[in-house]
């Protein structure tokens, strides 16, 4: 009941917000520090499409928490935790990226990797604390709306192997289903390490890029140290819920070639 009753009271709020973009859009704008959008030229394109994107988020959001709570069903609250939990990742990822470009800009520094080195990480001039939701509350976020948690590139988090192993078994106990053990700039030391710590600890092993864009010198997508056949046994892509999604896919695709086989 408690779970409905918040459900419900976030729906109205961002319902409300919904509202308040068609109704008073400069007042809902200058609530999330913007002003609106002008022209181009002596058009509204740019207002309208910036009220009528801001009004769909918001509604959407609201309705299907809403639902989610008259239905008592979480699956509706899969679409609002997507959308709140993708525009505070993208939102966090803006502001890295769009500061250091602007200090680029401005000559301060050369490079994006001397931005990060002397403004942005932990010591740098321009680092604020970042409010992060707990290990728990992230794991049960991707496995609500259906993901498999990864513990991304442990190896750069500056851990020794003491603490890099209670890690594992937080992540672990948190129901978390993998580590990253290779990706771009990974010593050999290193993955061989989380091969073993991956195994040891019972959980699958991933892999990624971490490509972000084109700018990123140090890595392109698909562009990471493989892994050998002993490890891929422990691979991700054993991993149940991603064995469930190719079936479905496989199933999808089967359908599609017989719906064309009689047409």
């Not at 794991?139 to 513990?151: D, H, N, R, T, W």
């Not at 851990?159 to 290779?182: I, P, Q, W, Y």
């Not at 140290?225 to 891929?232: E, G, I, V």
Request: aromatic content about 10%; proline content about 2%.
């Amino acid at each position: 009941m408690i779970a409905r009753l918040i459900s419900a009271s976030i729906g109205l709020v961002l319902l409300s917000s919904a509202f308040r973009w068609t109704l008073d859009p400069e007042t809902a704008a200058a609530g999330l520090a913007m002003t609106l959008v002008e022209g181009p030229g002596d058009t509204t394109m740019g207002m309208n499409t910036q009220i009528g994107d801001f009004t769909a988020f918001f509604f959407t959001a609201g309705l299907m928490a809403c639902i989610g709570a008259y239905r008592n069903q979480h699956v509706w609250l899969y679409t609002t935790l997507s959308l709140l939990g993708s525009a505070a990742i993208f939102r966090i990822y803006a502001g890295l990226v769009h500061v250091a470009d602007f200090l680029i800009q401005q000559q301060v520094c050369k490079t994006r990797k001397k931005v990060f080195k002397q403004y942005l990480n932990k010591n740098g001039k321009a680092y604020i604390d970042a409010l992060w939701c707990s290990l728990e509350e992230a794991v049960e976020a991707i496995a609500s709306a259906g993901g498999i948690a990864v513990l991304a590139h442990p190896g750069r988090y500056g851990l020794n192997r003491s603490k890099l192993s209670s890690l594992v078994d937080a992540f672990k106990e948190a129901r978390g289903d993998a580590l990253e053990c290779t990706y771009p700039s990974i010593a050999i030391e290193m993955q061989a390490h989380l091969v073993k710590l991956a195994i040891d600890k019972g959980i699958h092993i991933s892999g990624g890029s971490d490509f972000h864009d084109a700018g990123a010198a140090w890595t392109d997508v698909g562009k990471f140290p493989t892994l050998d056949r002993a490890a891929a046994q422990h691979g991700i892509w054993h991993h149940p819920i991603w064995l469930a999604h190719d079936r479905a896919l496989q199933a999808v695709g089967a359908q599609k070639a017989a719906s064309q086989a009689t047409l």
